[in-house]
């Protein structure tokens, strides 16, 4: 197995970092899907060793992780965080952790060349990190990440901060390295920036590990946890009414907007069938929509959903 | 060895800034400027001091000056925020991931402390050390560099321990861990005063000084003074302060190892 989690806890003092995960992953691509705050952070600290865990036994390449040198050669981090020299250039912190890693001078610093070669980095490559924009420092981290060539790619938001062509270049090099054989696991909080690169997913929210499959399955997951819409209306109660006697949501309550606006708040599992009967009620009816959206465009009410069904709520 | 020389390299590049090289400056001047001032003001010979007096007094002031102060603040100001610094910018992470990434980082910051504060000391004593009336210039030099190398070597590794213990307030614990043992308690003439660094230094320092076998003797069988320097030769205090040197080292590499100084905070898990 490249990943095992035997029951494993993680506390912050009081505060639940990971929660009694377990699991066991073999190599491959795997994309760590959670909101913020869901354990990601923690997931991956703990699989690089930088944290042991409360209760538990983490291993990674059949190794306990924590302070394990021969590990260390055979795995890549790239954190959420920046952290780097500013003062030195780009290609200079490459070398030097390539050095760090155990290489000479000289192969360190070809090997180097040639990565920021390949995250597109080569005409600013001898610029001061300072100097750099927040892509072009994603694109340094991932590039000390994969500079020597590791077994196991662990990246948490590696793609935050690019612009759509950095991301495009991004997922490019990284669905090569999936190609090239090697293993992957990438933290994110946007399902499409996961979806492109792997068809295998970890949802992770309140340091639980509430599902994991592949991007059929959560889909699935996706079309049977209601979804909650908010509708803002001349007439809320009256399209409550029409949604409800049509059977197209589990509920439908009454709430306010920040400016004190009558809110319909629908929870549905038919998103497409209530999608396709508002405008045929709204040209019958009369009835005015002004706005209506899902409470959350990130994964965060799908989370809520399935921490709700992990509780038994659903 | 990569991983040294590319943590040496780095490091003396990162110390290459104006502040840090402003604070060698200050630190090799202070000294100087000190002997300067003692020189102007104090007439030892009008006091009725012979010339061996006269330079026993001035060994002492360059001890007082050269170990203890240049060295113990240049170490302090590169050692005791070695591991604090790495946290503060994030860049601990980058290390920990490599290959004995800890320790080779550890032990650059370590050598960069020393090599930066013992050689503040000895461009200070060869300014300072000739501006006195000697008669043996070389060797007053010779065992002042002795004991600010020494010295340098013992309190980097007790500020990067004490760093490596308590991060967050390095500079803070290693001010009162300085004040409290290597002040008050190397001077309180009982066995515990043994196990401090200044203790050692200050014993080597008799055991090195131009001083009559008569004086020596005499100032053994003082009670107080028996207690606050050693009898033992010159080469037992220096396995004494390497041994120091050591335990410290490892148990600020320990440590390092043992915390987990992750940038994770409970508010991003």
Known sequence: MMIEFDHVTRLYGRVLGVNDICLALPPGAYGLLGPNGAGKSTFLHLITGQLKPTRGTVKVLGMNPRNNQQLFRRIGFCPSFEGMYAGISGLNWVVFLLEMQGLRPAQARKCAEECMERVGMTDAMTRPISSYSRGMRQRVKLAQAISHEPELLILDEPLSGLDPIGRSQMTNLLRDWIKSGKSLIIASHVLYEIEALTQSFLLISGGRLLASGTAEEVHELLNNVPMEIHIRANEPRQLAGMILAASLAESAKMGRTDSGDELLVVSTRSTTQLASAIPDWVRDSGIQIYEMKTADDSLQSLFNSLMKIHRGEL | ?269
């Open chain 2, 1 to 269: 060895m990569n991983q040294l020389r590319a943590i040496f390299f780095y490091e003396w590049k990162r110390t290459l800034t104006f502040g840090r090289i402003s604070w060698w400056f200050l630190l090799t001047a202070f000294p100087v400027l000190i002997t300067l001032l003692v020189r102007a003001e104090a007439n030892f010979r009008d006091v009725g001091m012979e010339q061996p007096q006269i330079e026993t007094v001035w060994t002492l002031m360059f001890y007082m000056l050269i170990p203890c102060v240049c060295c113990c603040l240049g170490v302090f100001l590169n050692a005791a925020p070695a591991i604090a610094g790495e946290l503060e910018q994030r860049s601990w992470v980058y290390l920990a991931t490599r290959p004995w990434g800890i320790f080779w980082l550890l032990v650059g910051k370590y050598i960069i402390a020393v090599v930066w504060a013992s050689s503040a000391a000895i461009v200070s004593a060869s300014l300072a050390i000739p501006l006195i009336e000697s008669q043996d210039h070389t060797k007053m030099w010779f065992t002042i560099c002795s004991i600010s190398l020494l010295s340098s070597m013992a309190y980097a590794a007790l500020y990067l321990m004490i760093g490596a213990l308590f991060p967050k307030r390095a500079m803070v614990f290693s001010v009162t861990y300085t004040a409290l043992v290597e002040v008050v308690l190397s001077l309180i003439p009982a066995i515990i005063n043994r196990f401090t660094i200044q203790y050692r230094l200050r014993s080597l320092l008799i055991q090195w000084i131009e001083i009559s076998p008569e004086g020596r003797r005499e100032l053994m069988e003082n009670l107080f003074f028996k207690y606050v320097f050693a009898e033992e030769v010159s080469s037992v205090q220096i396995v004494w302060l390497l041994g120091l040197t050591g335990l410290f080292l490892t148990g600020s590499i320990i440590a390092a190892h043992v915390s987990e100084f992750t940038a994770a905070s409970e508010s991003d898990v």
